[in-house]
């Protein structure tokens, strides 16, 4: 049985995994900001980075499980 071939770790693309996610958390944050229930600016801010935090971990993980599904695709065309 054939051991799957291993790919190294990329810090390059680790970079650009953090700064895809870093713009996405920009852009939940600024969407969800508007929509907080308060007048406290404190609270506005809290409310709207978590609410950003959790948008932002599903957008990595979707990226993650987008970029495994096109690398299994690419490799299957050979």
Not at 11 to 28: G, R, S, Y
Not at 59 to 69: C, I, S
């Amino acid at each position: 049985m054939a051991s799957p071939a291993k790919k190294s770790f990329s810090v390059v693309t680790l970079i650009i995994d953090l700064a895809l996610t870093a713009v996405a958390f920009a852009i939940f944050y600024w969407l969800v900001n508007s929509h907080v229930p308060s007048n406290d600016p404190k609270m506005i801010m809290f409310f709207g980075a978590s609410g950003a935090a959790c948008m932002s971990g599903v957008f990595w993980l979707a990226w993650q499980m987008l970029k495994v599904v096109f690398a299994f695709q690419r490799d299957s065309r050979k």
